[in-house]
């Protein structure tokens, strides 16, 4: 028993003398580096605040930028992706500055970037072609800030917001925010709604067969003749569309302001619906639609 007291106690002696000499070596080493290790020290609280204050700067030099072009008159969507590149390469470049003042050498630093870039691009080949399609985005122009347009490959639609280096925000109608890559824009086709002062509304009215044509054609010109939403100015097309088995399909076409669109077909829809009440007109009971018979309620 007494002898296993020994062999713990001399184990713990020799662990307790490991520590001190593991200690007495790093002391040693700080003793011998303390002015490195201070330099270095210096070196690293000069790099974040020269990175703190440079974000400021850069902060303020993107600002500036946005009110130089919009005060240039420069289209919107141009000036948001001029100010995010220019955000980009400020950070670049204040990156590259920071690591020069580590005692990097400038031509060592330009080459890491230069192989930092080159596995970046290979790696982000998709978000290149994003930044490519941005930059096809604003020279053709196929829309601007504020236009609705309608993506044709997802069926994604909204009025843009921002058109950033990488990607395209769009604000729904029920108010959702839609981003899509620049690259998918600049790749498929889409439809600008907004970029015709005026657009077509087509509507359809079913009547029944026992009601006079010429008279329904009649109270919908009425109605279109009363409505400020239609361009007076346009022609105005009315029209037998289709004869089904227990009714007439009316059409209507005619020119609307673009941006009166959506509330100018829910306003003649009503309208025509009221008048067709005041001047007792009738739907046919049964309407027929992809082959099927619904009732009408």
């Known amino acids: 028993m007494l002898f296993q007291v020994l062999s713990v106690t001399e184990d713990v002696s020799k662990e307790a003398e490991k520590t001190v000499d593991d200690a007495n070596q790093v002391i040693t080493y700080l003793s011998k ?6 330099q270095f020290a210096i070196k690293v609280l ?7 204050i440079g974000r400021i700067i850069i902060k303020y030099v993107v600002i500036f930028v946005k009110k130089a ?32 003042k580590f005692g990097f050498d400038t031509a060592s630093v330009a080459a890491i970037l ?8 290979l790696a982000l080949q998709g978000s290149l072609s994003n930044l490519a399609g941005g930059v096809l985005i604003l020279l053709m122009k ?5 236009d609705y347009i309608i993506e044709d490959t997802h069926g994604n639609e909204g009025t843009v917001e921002e058109i950033k280096i990488i990607y395209t925000k769009l604000i729904t109608i029920d108010n959702k925010i839609i981003v899509i890559p620049n690259g998918v824009l600049s790749n498929s086709s889409l439809t600008n709604v907004s970029t015709m002062p005026c657009r077509k509304l087509d509507l359809m009215f079913c009547v029944s067969n026992n009601e006079n044509i010429e008279n329904v054609k009649k109270i919908i010109r009425q109605v279109l003749d009363k409505s400020n939403s239609v361009k007076k100015d346009d022609e105005i097309n009315i029209y037998v569309a289709e004869l089904l088995p227990n009714g007439i399909k009316i059409g209507v076409r005619f020119g609307v302001y673009t941006k009166d669109y959506f509330d100018a077909k829910g ?10 009440d005041s ?19």
Request: with cysteine.
């Open 33 to 38: 580096h303390v002015d490195d290790l201070i």
């Open 46 to 52: 000069i790099a974040l605040a020269c990175f703190f």
């Open 69 to 100: 072009l919009i005060k240039a008159s420069i289209d919107t969507g141009v000036s948001q992706f001029t100010a995010s590149l220019t955000k980009t390469v400020l950070y670049i470049l204040l990156i590259f500055s920071i690591a020069t």
């Open 114 to 121: 230069a192989s930092a870039g080159l596995a970046l691009g």
């Open 142 to 146: 196929p829309f601007k800030v504020g």
């Open 267 to 276: 306003e003649i829809l009503q309208a025509v619906k009221e008048a067709f």
């Open 279 to 297: 001047n007792d007109i009738k739907g046919p009971a049964y309407v027929v639609a992809n082959y099927q018979i619904n009732e009408i309620n």
